[in-house]
């Protein structure tokens, strides 16, 4: 791993981390509040169990497939486990449910 990669990823978790419950972030929302705004692709490559990876949508709202079998279902359980609500087209209303860094949010 280059230092960079090692700084995006550092920096890409540290921002999941803070992610409140019921809310969820954009993959690119993640990598502008990382301060790596061109690297929204890396983002999903930074998602480690440790982290509330599932909290992370893309900017449809809509959860994107991470080609393992079920971690679609899984990540829709956890997210309405905490209560974000999906409506048509598995789409999550982000007005509602987003957080984009907001303090109190």
């Known amino acids: 791993m280059t230092a960079k990669s ?4 550092l920096a890409v978790q540290t921002v999941v981390l803070q ?29 480690d169990d440790g982290i509330p990876w599932y909290r992370v949508v893309n900017s449809q ?10 971690n679609d279902d899984l990540q829709r359980f956890l997210l309405e486990a905490e209560g974000v609500e999906f409506g048509s ?7 509602q449910y987003g957080w984009f860094g907001e303090a109190g949010d």
């Open 19 to 47: 992610i409140p419950k019921g809310k969820v972030c954009t993959y690119g929302a993640v990598a502008r509040l990382a301060g790596f705004p061109r690297n929204a692709r890396m983002v999903g490559r930074c998602m």
């Open 6 to 9: 090692h700084a995006i990823r």
């Open 61 to 70: 709202g809509r959860i994107s497939p991470r080609g393992l079998d079920g």
């Open 89 to 95: 087209g598995g789409r999550i209303d982000l007005e």
